[in-house]
Structures are given as C-alpha cells and as structure tokens.
C-alpha cells in the first residue's frame, strides 16, 4: 500500500488557480488510479478527477472539466491537480486516493479506492 500526502492547497480569489500535489511513497505511483475527490463542509464527499493506469485516460467530474486538469508526474512519483478558474463553489477539503487497478470508467466511484491521503484545504474567496 503506498502512502499519499497532499499538498498545495490554500486561500485564492474568484478566478485564481491552485496545484494541489498528491505525493506518494512506498510504491510506484505510475502503477495506480488515483483520483481526487473533496467534500465541502455538510456536503458529501464528490469525486472530482482521476488518472487511468496504464493508459493515462483522465477523467473529470461535470462541474470542474474545462477548468482542472489531472497529471502524472513519475520522476517525483507524484500526481498533479491543477485548478484554473476557481469558483467559491470549488472550496472543499481536497483528498487523494489510490488502488493498484485499472478502474476505468469505474474511477468517479470512491468505494474502489483503497488507499487515501488525509486532505489539504481549497478555500476560494468570491
């Protein structure tokens, strides 16, 4: 099982952008699906993008495609969130999940992932 840390999250404007770093150790990141997902406070946990292995096909929630984008980044063994364009609506604690399997279509579903990172804050201010 790897262990995943986050980071990059923080207090931007309306319109501003975030990266958000999912940063693993004790595997090789390239062999997992990691997704991410938030929840903001009284809401439930919602999925937001994921990155395929071994293709590397992305996928994005409806509410955030156009603005974020998801990436590898193997000489780190790092998964990357960039956030452009970002609504009040975005502010959320952000968290990163991982399972060594080809989830697919599958990988909006939170269930499937076995390994989770303990969150970093997104607050967007309007």
């Known amino acids: 099982q790897v262990q995943l840390v986050e980071s990059g999250g923080g207090l931007v404007q309306a319109g501003g952008s975030l990266r958000l770093t999912c940063a693993a150790s004790g595997g090789t990141f390239s062999s997992y699906t990691v997704g991410w997902f938030r929840q903001a406070p009284g809401e439930e946990r919602e999925f937001v993008a994921a990155i395929n292995k071994p293709t590397d096909s992305t996928y994005y929630g409806d509410s955030v495609k156009g603005r974020f984008t998801i990436s590898r980044d193997n000489a780190k063994n790092a998964v990357h969130l960039q956030m452009n364009s970002l609504k009040p609506e975005d502010t959320a604690v952000y968290y990163c999940?991982?399972?060594?399997?080809?989830?697919?279509?599958?990988?909006?579903?939170?269930?499937?992932?076995?390994?989770w990172g303990q969150g970093t804050q997104v607050s967007v201010s309007s």
């Open positions: 999940a991982a399972r060594i399997f080809n989830l697919g279509s599958r990988c909006f579903d939170q269930t499937l992932y076995d390994c």
